[in-house]
T-cell receptor, first 116, second 109 residues
Framework: ETGVTQSPTHLIKTRGQQVTLRCSSQ?????VSWYQQALGQGPQFIFQ???????GRGNFPPRFSGLQFPNYSSELNVNALELDDSALYLC???????????????FGAGSRLTVL | GQNIDQPTEMTATEGAIVQINCTYQ??????LFWYQQHAGEAPTFLSY??LDGLEEKGRFSSFLSRSKGYSYLLLKELQMKDSASYLC??????????WGAGTKLIIKP
């Protein structure tokens, strides 16, 4: 298992620009979720993809969009960046945990975005 | 609205026991998760409760009361490496996770 990997780890953008963040899911996981985590806060759900289709969305505007590819890797795109978009963006893939019978998320280390 | 409440910060002593509480109000309930997050790192899964009662896993235990909308995470024999944020998350009726803001646990020697 290679885990969930995200790129880039850090990036700086200016207001109005666009950004693409990438995620490679853990082997065997077919569901990927994206979260925004501001400093000192819990993760906020952006959206989830299952088999390349959006399968749930949180309270984020349409300028947050995503893609999932046949190999289950994923992208998060944010257009028209605002200062408040500065946060840690976490990607998580999921699989039903055999011990608990629950859909347990495995997180990547995140991409820290700073918008100036 | 949906709401998860947990204390912002707690302090405990190495070797002691600490209990981190979480109360929730969500539209439906499909399980409660606890995650640990060290500063600058990704959250890692600790425990899952879907039925009332206590789940024990080594030094960590988690309790759930669905009628009270309440859970706690119990950490025994605290070690310095347990200094981290502990996140409570509830899976709602749409199978989406609603997260608390996290409890920062500080362990002192």
């Amino acid at each position: 298992e290679t885990g969930v990997t995200q790129s880039p780890t850090h990036l700086i953008k200016t207001r109005g620009q666009q950004v693409t963040l990438r995620c490679s899911s853990q082997s065997g996981h077919n569901t990927v979720s994206w979260y925004q985590q501001a400093l000192g806060q819990g993760p906020q759900f952006i959206f989830q993809y299952y088999r390349e289709e959006e399968n749930g969305r949180g309270n984020f505007p349409p300028r947050f969009s995503g893609l999932q590819f046949p190999n289950y890797s994923s992208e998060l795109n944010v257009n028209a960046l605002e200062l408040d978009d500065s946060a840690l963006y976490l990607c998580a893939s999921s699989l039903v945990d055999r011990e608990f019978g629950a859909n347990v998320l495995t997180f990547g280390a995140g991409s820290r975005l700073t918008v100036l | 609205g949906q709401n998860i409440d947990q204390p912002t910060e707690m302090t405990a002593t190495e070797g002691a026991i600490v209990q981190i509480n979480c109360t929730y109000q969500t539209s439906g309930f499909n399980g409660l998760f606890w995650y640990q997050q060290h500063a600058g790192e990704a959250p890692t899964f600790l425990s899952y409760n879907v039925l009332d009662g206590l789940e024990e896993k080594g030094r960590f235990s988690s309790f759930l009361s669905r009628s009270k909308g309440y859970s706690y995470l119990l950490l025994k024999e605290l070690q310095m490496k347990d200094s981290a944020s502990y996140l409570c998350a509830v899976m709602d009726s749409n199978y989406q996770l609603i997260w608390g803001a996290g409890t920062k646990l500080i362990i002192k020697p």
